[in-house]
Antibody, heavy 123, light 109 residues
């Protein structure tokens, strides 16, 4: 098992910055086979991939969010983090962290997920 | 961006019946990069199938995946009570493209 656990504020004001952290226990974020990802799900809607980070700090973001998103990693703490700036009500969602297998074939899938943390954008 | 369209939106079936879920891509997707997930209310998605047809660890063999190119299928051979949930397909199309379908809800008839 590779438990992942999201943490961070559940309420963010419009125009401010959303910050979440995912702590990975039972495994190392420095594995060369996996990338560490954020995904969100607005209420009653489908899943939306936000971006992912490799242990080398290489990142890739959803083009629709790239201007507002930063994902970083701290290998010493087995954590990776999400920052989303200038939030609006449209950013209200459950935010999940997940492990993404992107080395070898087949790949490109999320095999472990955190339980998710709800974030509401409201004044 | 590759768009995944799932059908039907909702599938109403009885326990013991067979469920066939479709995922159609707007462009060809490598079978190596197509996955299916199950999501129950209030829970995170769970990986069912990766590489279009490989079952994830602990997934019973009543779940199977097939397809290639732009058409993929998830089949649940005999529905059990715990299988009623929302199912999502997902593709990885090379950096940085990664998209999910809009989901199919399998509900009890």
């Amino acid at each position: 098992q590779v438990p992942l656990q999201e943490s961070g504020p559940g309420l963010v004001k419009p125009s401010e910055t959303l910050s979440l952290t995912c702590t990975v226990s039972g495994g190392s974020v420095s594995s060369g086979s996996y990338y560490w990802s954020w995904i969100r799900q607005p209420p009653g809607k489908e899943l939306e991939w936000i971006g992912y980070v490799f242990y080398t700090e290489s990142t890739h973001y959803n083009p629709s969010l790239t201007s507002r998103v930063t994902i970083s990693i701290d290998t010493s703490k087995s954590q990776f983090s999400l920052r989303l700036t200038s939030v609006t009500a449209a950013d209200t969602a459950v935010y999940y962290c997940a492990r993404l297998r992107l080395r070898g074939l087949p790949s490109g899938y999320f095999d472990y997920w955190g339980q998710g943390t709800p974030v509401t954008v409201s004044s | 961006e590759i768009v995944l369209t799932q059908s039907p939106g909702t599938l109403s079936l009885s326990p013991g019946e067979r469920a066939t879920l479709s995922c159609r891509a707007s462009q060809s997707v490598s079978t190596s990069y197509l996955a299916w997930y199950q999501q129950k209310p209030g829970q995170a998605p769970r990986l069912l199938i990766y590489g279009a047809s490989s079952r994830a660890t602990g997934i019973p063999d009543r779940f199977s995946g097939s397809g290639s190119g732009t058409d993929f299928t998830l089949t649940i051979s005999r529905l059990e009570p715990g299988d009623f949930a929302v199912y999502y397909c997902q593709q990885y199309g090379g950096s940085p493209t990664l998209t999910f379908g809009q989901g199919t809800r399998v509900e009890i008839k």
